[in-house]
């Protein structure tokens, strides 16, 4: 059984309500039904015309989307406005707890579904931040977990500094535990140098990042910097990392930055043949992203995803 299939098994054991506010596009109408039919989730297909038969829900949202949002200058008017909009209509059903999670972005860019997700349901407690893991399987079962691979973070931050490249890390290894069913995630932080190999104030934040991760998560198989390569090939490993209890056996992989995370995961997708999709990990409630380009196999996996997050 592949990963999606494995998903989707742990998804039915609790049928979750999966918020999709792009509702009348064609691939998520699809995907609903395939969601609804196999008992994967409890899909809520939204659009303009549903927001607006339901006028005393909406008028709840705005009202506590003006309360969550004044103080960073929401008005009462623009909190109306925007709680007519699906995207913002669908957050507030999870922040309010009428939904248990939200998929949407076949439609919307990524920033478009990020920013109303972290203004609404912002980080869960003990969390620093909102990242994302890239779950990518390969067709070359020897590497990674069984041919699987997580990267993080290709989708959210930037620019991450030394701490937050070390919290990235750690949620990472934690998507790869309950998500993927991953027992014991290995955790490599990527860099152009093995182990002092090069010297570079960008070397520095990576090893900066392992050194604050490892305090953060002192029984955590975790170590860099290191090359991509020294991660994934064992015989690189034992070379370039000798000792390493993560050189040439990395399930997890976070890269410096999200321009590399970016790059990397759509060359493994593109070249290396690997099959994947993202979730976001750090939220309070469980909210993902899709690509523009996805498909409605896509979209269902995603839902998947979104409703075994919502049981945690
Ligand atoms: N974790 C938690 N909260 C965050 C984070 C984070 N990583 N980043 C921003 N926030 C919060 C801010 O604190 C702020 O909260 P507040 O309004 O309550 O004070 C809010 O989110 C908005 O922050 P801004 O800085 O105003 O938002 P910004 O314009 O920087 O947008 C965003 C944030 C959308 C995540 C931005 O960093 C971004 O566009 N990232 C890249 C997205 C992207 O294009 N990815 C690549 C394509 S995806 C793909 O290929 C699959």
Not at 15 to 22: G, N, W
Not at 142 to 171: F, M, Q, R
Request: proline fraction near 5%.
């Amino acid at each position: 059984m592949n990963l999606v299939e494995k998903i989707k098994e742990k998804a039915r054991e609790s049928v979750k309500r999966i918020v999709l506010p792009e509702g009348d596009e064609p691939r998520t109408v699809a995907a609903a039904k395939i969601v609804k039919d196999d008992w994967i989730a409890e899909p809520i297909l939204l659009t303009p015309e549903t927001i607006a038969a339901d006028a005393p829900r909406r008028e709840r949202y705005a009202a506590a989307l003006y309360e969550l949002r004044k103080a960073k200058g929401l008005t009462e008017e623009a909190a109306a406005k925007l709680a007519a909009d699906p995207m913002y209509y669908g957050m507030m059903m999870v922040k309010m707890g009428d939904a248990d999670g939200l998929v949407s972005g076949a439609v919307h860019s990524t920033g478009d579904m990020l920013r109303p997700a972290l203004q609404i349901i912002k980080t869960a407690p003990g969390m620093k931040l909102v990242s994302s893991s890239f779950l990518m399987e390969c067709p070359d079962r020897s590497l990674g977990e069984d041919g699987l691979l997580v990267y993080a973070d290709c989708v959210v931050n930037p620019c991450p500094t030394a701490e937050e490249l070390a919290h990235i890390a750690i949620a990472s290894a934690e998507t790869a535990r309950t998500l993927c069913g991953i027992a014991e995630p290995r955790v490599a932080l990527l860099s152009f140098s093995t182990k002092g190999s090069a010297s570079h104030a960008l070397v520095d934040k990576v090893r900066e990042a392992t050194e604050i991760a490892h305090s953060l998560a002192p029984d955590l198989a975790l170590d860099g910097e290191m090359q991509f390569d020294a991660a994934i090939v064992p015989e690189v490993g034992a070379s370039k990392a000798k000792g390493s209890p993560v050189a040439g056996r990395a399930n997890v992989f976070i890269f410096p930055d999200l321009q590399a995370g970016n790059i990397g995961y759509k060359i493994t997708q593109r070249i290396g043949k690997a099959s994947c999709f993202a979730v976001l990990q750090g939220l309070a409630k469980p909210c993902n992203d899709l690509s523009r380009g996805c498909s409605v196999d896509d979209i269902v996996s995603t839902v998947a995803a979104t409703a075994v997050q919502a049981r945690q």
